[in-house]
């Protein structure tokens, strides 16, 4: 084998090496997000809900153990009635989501993780509003 096509094979191989790492690494892009990593998009997103005239108070907590997020808004039902807090909570997940795979979809992103919105400002118990289970991609709504 002369040393023109040694390098031409070692050339070759190269680029087939380099092709299979670049495919390996867009497939590994695309897997879901771990729970640290839509914990920390929904705790870093916590201060799209704190924009809103009438919230007096929102925080953000996560157990890993259960795979589950909690919400907790305290507002003022004088000024924002349930279909402004329904829109307050989706623009929040929405914003949480954004730069997320796929197409930037909050239920996506939460499908594989618990969801509790609760209700701040009452000391003696904080009633979940809503909630969203594992596998599903629903959010309920108590009334």
């Known amino acids: 084998m002369s040393r023109r096509n040694l390098y031409l094979y070692l050339f070759m191989v190269m680029i087939v090496c380099l092709s299979v790492t670049i495919i390996s690494g867009c ?13 920390q998009k929904l705790s870093n997103s916590i201060k799209e809900i704190d924009k809103h005239p009438g ?3 929102s925080g953000f ?7 589950i997020f909690k919400v907790g808004i305290e507002y003022d039902q004088s000024q924002i009635n349930n279909e402004q807090l329904k829109q307050i909570v989706a623009d929040y997940l929405s914003h949480a989501a954004s730069n997320s795979p796929p197409a930037n979809d909050w239920k996506e992103m939460l499908k594989p993780f618990q969801l509790r919105i609760e209700k701040l400002g009452d000391a003696k118990k904080w009633p979940v509003i ?14």
């Open 27 to 39: 497939k590994g892009n695309s897997n879901k997000d771990t729970f640290a990593e839509v914990g």
């Open 55 to 57: 919230i007096i108070l």
């Open 61 to 67: 907590a996560a157990d890993q153990n259960e795979k």
């Open 130 to 143: 809503a909630e969203k289970d594992i596998g599903t991609t629903e959010l309920k709504w108590k009334e």
